[in-house]
């Protein structure tokens, strides 16, 4: 855990509880006198067939012989899933996301599993659509990319299931940038503590999640417009002007500080000298002409400049 964000020690779901541990014998002591008291307490016995530990591959051998010793939990060298999630290190793998074929046949979900599992599903939908006789599949008289568009085109609607992936992977992006999150706090503290999400790259030793969103961010960020209200907006980083990034207009990159809009501002209009001195020359007018009316309590909204509502949907993206 990074020491300036928040601080996980286990994530809980009904019965389903995850306790993340750093293996030291101490640690190991008082999660197990938790756990006894609880048991004391509550008269609710843990399941001892369902209980595992998980360990990265990297990790030492005498790690794990301490926690069998201290927890006689059985370690799991095979996959496992939480609230029906694969939970796994390093890139995505077919054989991960199987139980998925499986479960789509009764619920299909949205996930983000790779390619080949993705087509899987499609081909599912495709023949619960046309239907069967029996036991063979009917003749597919269209393909699910030409029953994938609108109506007034020729299609029925339906979505193809990668572009259904990706607009949840969108939707990762937007969330993280918008709204406060547990999960956001900590992937923040762990690769912005010093920088903006938005000037942050993909770099060897990053989580594949961590990828993901690298490799989405910009799609995305190119249709959100940040509405001031109280000047909280990164100056250089948000597109509140709505021409991007200021950043992008200039090389300079010690520049790029933590300014917000409101540092900008002195006595609720611009503060001219500092605007003409710090900002790229060919957005000083654009700047000087913007209209700003803070409100105090108030955060800045992001909006979604592909949807009227101005709020990201699924369904839109």
Same mark, same amino acid.
């Given at each position: 855990?990074e020491e300036?964000g928040?601080?996980i020690?286990?994530?809980?779901?009904?019965?389903?509880?995850i306790i993340?541990?750093?293996g030291?014998?101490q640690?190991l002591?008082?999660?197990?006198?938790?756990?006894?008291?609880y048991?004391r307490?509550?008269?609710?016995?843990i399941?001892? *067939?369902k209980?595992?530990?998980f #360990?990265h591959?990297n990790?030492?051998?005498?790690t794990?012989?301490?926690?069998?010793?201290?927890?006689s939990?059985?370690q799991k060298?095979?996959?496992?899933s939480y609230?029906?999630c694969?939970l796994?290190?390093g890139?995505p793998k077919?054989?991960?996301?199987s139980?998925i074929i499986? !479960?789509?046949v009764?619920?299909?979900t949205?996930t983000s599993?790779?390619?080949t599992?993705?087509? %899987?599903i499609?081909?599912?939908?495709?023949?619960?659509? @046309?239907g069967?006789?029996?036991?063979?599949?009917?003749?597919?008289?269209?393909?699910?990319k030409n #029953?994938?568009f609108?109506?007034?085109?020729?299609?029925?609607?339906v979505?193809l299931m990668?572009d259904?992936? +990706?607009a949840? +992977?969108?939707k990762?992006?937007w969330v993280?940038?918008? !709204?406060?999150t547990l999960?956001?706090?900590f992937l923040?503290?762990?690769?912005?503590?010093r920088?903006?999400?938005?000037?942050k790259? @993909?770099?060897?030793?990053d989580s594949q999640?961590?990828?993901?969103m690298?490799?989405?961010k910009q799609?995305?960020e190119?249709?959100i417009?940040?509405?001031?209200r109280?000047g909280?907006s990164?100056?250089w980083?948000?597109?509140?002007?709505?021409?991007g990034p200021?950043?992008?207009?200039t090389?300079?990159s010690?520049?790029f500080?933590?300014?917000?809009? *409101?540092?900008?501002?002195?006595?609720g209009?611009?503060?001219?000298g !500092?605007?003409?001195?710090l900002?790229?020359?060919? %957005?000083?007018?654009?700047?000087?002409?913007?209209q700003?009316q #803070?409100? +105090?309590g108030? +955060?800045d909204?992001a909006?979604w400049?592909?949807?009227s !509502?101005?709020i990201f949907?699924?369904s839109?993206?």
């Open positions: 855990m300036r928040p601080q020690n286990h994530l809980g779901f009904a019965d389903d509880i993340f541990t750093s030291r014998r640690s002591k008082l999660i197990m006198h938790a756990l006894d008291t048991e307490i509550s008269g609710q016995l399941n001892k *067939t209980r595992h530990f #360990l591959s990790a030492f051998r005498t794990c012989d301490r926690i069998r010793k201290y927890t939990f059985q060298d095979t996959l496992i609230l029906g694969p796994f290190f890139r077919n054989i991960y996301f139980d499986n !479960k789509v009764n619920k299909i949205a599993p790779p390619s599992i993705t087509m %899987q499609q081909q599912i939908m495709a023949d619960f659509l @046309w069967w006789r029996n036991d063979k599949r009917k003749y597919h008289w269209s393909s699910w #029953l994938s609108p109506y007034e085109e020729g299609g029925i609607g979505k990668k259904v992936c +990706q949840f +992977q969108f990762q992006w993280f940038r918008t !709204k406060q999960w956001g706090e923040k503290a762990k690769y912005c503590q920088s903006n999400p938005i000037s790259k @993909w770099d060897t030793g999640a961590w990828r993901l690298m490799r989405n799609r995305v190119n249709h417009l940040w509405k001031i109280s909280s990164s100056f980083w948000d597109n509140w002007l709505g021409v200021l950043a992008q207009f090389s300079n010690n520049r500080n933590n300014d917000k809009v *409101t540092n900008f501002i002195e006595d209009q611009w503060n001219i !500092k605007v003409i001195q900002a790229p020359q060919e %957005q000083v007018h654009n700047i000087l002409s913007f700003i #803070l409100q +105090q108030q +955060q909204q909006v400049t592909l949807n !509502k101005g949907s699924v839109f993206a």
